[in-house]
């Protein structure tokens, strides 16, 4: 759950409705097993999918499109007048079924359905729930299933609830380790002149990297971000890493203003991941080879424009002609206007 709830409020952050929140929709991307209080649990690594009912919304507007599953589907998007916390609302039916094994909207038929969700009173039986923490009642009863979506929790305050806090596990690391990442981002340097290399290095992380090779960065930045949010505040990274291992403040601040492409104040997860990864071992040749096969969409070494290479980093639009000229001068080194 609190996989699924830190996406839905990264989606929300920017303003992504997902819309169709529901167990069919939630991948197990990986499993693995942790001995919790002695016992040997499995727990899953999950990812949530099929954004084809998603859509971008502004907060000052409603949306008024009929989306949804029956069983899932929030009380307002029946009445077509609803915004982003309709995904709260489907998050908590699918607790409420992972808890005591059935929905909490129940009917013969899509008809019986749609009428127990407009009524919104969950078919909550005593037996069922005797042995359910009152931390998660509590979640699902008070603040998830909450019929008036202005007294619905939103995924960011649903993620600082008690329950999560109370029975999340949380990971270690090791200052070595931490350290590593450190050094990674001190090292981290950008400049107009290099765009090229960081842009390519991006594409990499994104495209090439094995969830292996980037679960230790992963996990860290899900324990410095706090509020789940995918993004991070400059000075939320700096407390997270004294937490650790001893920092030096002006360093880690002196590179933000390069780890922060987009200038957004924050520092967002794939920003986190190429400043900290290890580029001694990104860089190898299989992935060079790789990225540039996938650059030029062929099985064989070619040839790029640097025209192509403008549209392949999506860069029409992102610097004026001068400055991608610039740029084309540190990576067409013979003139030839190919790579």
């Given at each position: 759950m609190h996989q699924l709830i830190t996406a839905i409020c990264y989606?929300?952050?920017?303003?992504?409705?997902?819309?169709?929140?529901?167990?069919?929709?939630?991948?197990?991307?990986s499993?693995?097993?942790?001995?919790?209080?002695?016992?040997?649990?499995?727990?899953?690594?999950?990812?949530?999918?099929?954004?084809?009912?998603?859509?971008?919304?502004?907060?000052?507007?409603k949306l008024t499109k009929k989306v949804g599953t029956p069983y899932y589907i929030a009380p307002e998007v029946l009445k077509r007048s609803y915004n982003e916390k309709?995904?709260?609302?489907?998050?908590?039916?699918?607790?409420?079924?992972?808890l005591c094994g059935k929905p909490p909207f129940w009917g013969d038929s899509d008809k019986e359905i749609i009428t127990n969700v407009e009524k919104g009173i969950p078919d909550k039986r005593p037996e069922e729930w005797k042995y359910i923490s009152p931390e998660a009642q509590n979640l699902i009863f008070e603040h998830l299933l909450k019929h008036d979506p202005h007294k619905r929790f939103s995924a960011a305050d649903a993620i600082k609830h008690p329950w999560f806090q109370k029975y999340l596990i949380r990971p270690r690391f090791s200052a070595e380790k931490i350290?590593?990442?450190?050094?990674?981002?001190?090292?981290?340097?950008?400049?107009t002149k290099f765009f090229f290399q960081q842009a390519s290095l991006a594409y990499m992380v994104h495209h090439i990297l094995k969830k292996e090779e980037t679960e230790p960065l992963r996990k860290f930045f899900e324990f410095l971000d706090k509020n789940g949010d995918g993004k991070m505040a400059y000075s939320e990274i700096v407390e997270g890493f004294k937490k650790i291992i001893h920092v030096n403040d002006k360093d880690v601040m002196r590179v933000?203003?390069?780890?922060?492409?987009?200038?957004?104040?924050?520092?967002?997860?794939?920003?986190?991941?190429?400043?900290?990864?290890?580029?001694?071992k990104l860089l190898t040749d299989e992935?060079?080879?790789?990225?540039?096969?996938?650059?030029?969409?062929?099985?064989?070494?070619?040839?790029?424009?640097?025209?192509?290479?403008?549209?392949?980093?999506?860069?029409?639009?992102?610097?004026?002609?001068?400055?991608?000229?610039?740029?084309?001068?540190?990576?067409d080194i013979n003139k030839d206007g190919q790579v």
């Open positions: 989606c929300h952050s920017n303003n992504i409705v997902h819309r169709d929140i529901k167990a069919e929709n939630i991948l197990i991307e499993t693995r097993i942790e001995n919790i209080d002695g016992k040997e649990i499995e727990l899953c690594e999950i990812r949530l999918t099929d954004f084809s009912s998603a859509r971008s919304f502004n907060r000052s507007k309709c995904d709260i609302w489907s998050i908590g039916v699918l607790l409420f079924i992972l350290t590593e990442f450190y050094k990674n981002i001190i090292s981290f340097k950008i400049d933000f203003k390069y780890i922060d492409q987009s200038r957004s104040g924050y520092i967002e997860y794939e920003e986190f991941i190429r400043a900290c990864i290890d580029r001694t992935h060079l080879k790789t990225t540039f096969i996938l650059f030029t969409k062929q099985d064989e070494y070619k040839t790029i424009s640097c025209q192509e290479f403008k549209f392949i980093l999506g860069l029409q639009t992102k610097f004026n002609e001068k400055t991608w000229e610039n740029i084309i001068k540190n990576i």
